[in-house]
C-alpha cells in the first residue's frame, strides 16, 4: 500500500479535528485492498451535511444531494464526495427509498450499501471497519449482496446490473444465492430509469470480462433489451462460424477496444440476425440485410436507453457498414476516408477485425487484411493525400470564376475530387483547371 497516494486523508483528518468520525468507502476502499490506485475517493462521517459544510468553510462546497446527505468538497482542484451515514427504508417504488436518515453508526450505512466489497470503511488510524467480510469476499474475487439477495434487488433494481458490471470490470464471480436472486428479480428492471440503465450497461461492456458476463447472463440483460433475447442459442448454420450467435458477439464484444462506441457496436451488431434469416437449398443460413436491420435496431434500442447522439449515430453507422468488405487499394480507401473520415474507417477496420476474431478458426488468416488495411490507411494520412473537398487546391470561387454557378459549382468540386483520388487529375490548381474545361 506504500504507493497509494492519500490524497483524501486530509479531509479525513480535518473532520477528525473538528469531533467527528470520517472513513473513506466505496470503490476506493476495495481499490486499496487490491492494491490499485483509487481514482475517485468517497467519504462518509457521523457530521450532517450542515456541519460538513462548517467544518470545509474555507473549500468550496457543492450541495451534490444535500437531501441525501452529501455535500461534495473541492480540494486540491478535485472533489471528493462527502456523505452523512444514512439508512435506507422503504423502497415501495423499487428505485428510490422513501425514507433516508441520518446515524450515528457506521455499521448501519455499511449495511444499507450493496456488496460486501462495497461495504467496507478504512480510516487511517482505526484501519478496516468490516462488518460484512468484504476483506475476504474481494480476496476470492467474489460479488455477494449485504443481507438478503432477493430483498436488496427488490430494494433497487439496478444493483442486479451493478453485480454484472462489477463483474466484468473486476473479473469477480457472482456468489450463488447472489445469483439466484438476479435471475429470480430481473424483470423488476423494467422499473430502473434508462439512464442508470445506461450508465451501468456501458460501464459493464467496457469491462475485461465481459465475454463472461455475456455468456452467463444474456437472459438477464434481455430484461432491459429484450432484442438479444434470441442470440443464445441461436444456430447460424453456416460454416463461417464455430459459436452460437450469443458466443459470435461475445468474442466480437470481448476483442474490441473498450471504448463506449466501439464495444456497444460490436454487442449489437448482429442483433437483427435472427429477424432475417433464410437458407438456401444446401441448408446454409444466410442474413440479408441484417445490417441495415441492425442499424435500426440499435438505433431504436440506444434511443430508448437515453444514448447521446454522437455515440448512438457512431455506433449506428458503425453496424450499417459491419458486413461491407474493404478492399486493399488505396482508391478504396481514400472514397472511404472520404465519405466517412478518418476515425471512422479506423473503428470500422476495428469492428471488422474484432468480427473476425468470432468466426471458426480457418477464417482468422484474415487479420492480416486488417492489419493491411490499417497501415495503408495510415500511410495516406502521413503523406497529407487529397481525399476531401477542402484538400483539393481548387475551391468554390476558382469554379464560379470558370463561369458556372449554383448547384453546378459542387458537382465540378465533387467531379474533380473525384478525378483526384482515381489518379486521374493531379491535385495542383492549374491542372484541375484544365480538367474541369477538358473532361467536365
Ligand atoms: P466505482 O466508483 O469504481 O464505479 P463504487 O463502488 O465506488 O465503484 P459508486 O457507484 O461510486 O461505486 O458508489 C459508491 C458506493 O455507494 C458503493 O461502493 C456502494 O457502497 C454504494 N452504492 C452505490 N450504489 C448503490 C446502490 N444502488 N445500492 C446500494 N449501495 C450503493
Ligand atoms: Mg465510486
Known sequence: MENINY????????LETNGYEAYLVGGAVRDIIMKKQPDDADITTNATP???KDVFSEYTTIDTGIKHGTVTVVYNKEPYEITTYRTEKGYSDGRHPDNVSFTKNINEDLSRRDFTMNSIAYNPQKGFADPFCGEQDIKNHIIRCVGNPAERFTEDSLRILRALRFSSVLGFQIEEETEKAMHKCCKLLSNVSPERVYVELTKMLCGKNIRQVLMKYSDIIAAVIPEIKAMKGFNQHNFHHKYDLLGHTATVTQNISPAVHLRLAAFLHDVAKPLCMSFDENGTGHFYRHPSLGAKAADEILRRLKCDNKTREAVVTLIKLHDNPIEESERIIKRKLRTIGKDMLFDLIELQRADTSGLADEFHSRFEHFDKLEALTADILKREECFSLKDL??????????GYQGKKVGEILNGLLD??????AENSKAQLIEYVKNEL
Not at 490524497?7 to 480535518?14: G, M, S, V
Not at 487546391?393 to 470558370?402: C, F, R, W
Open 50 to 52: 450542515d456541519q460538513i
Open 7 to 14: 490524497k483524501w486523508k486530509h479531509i479525513i483528518k480535518l
Open 419 to 424: 478525378a483526384v483520388i482515381d489518379g486521374k
Open 393 to 402: 487546391d481548387i475551391n468554390g470561387n476558382d469554379i464560379i470564376k470558370l
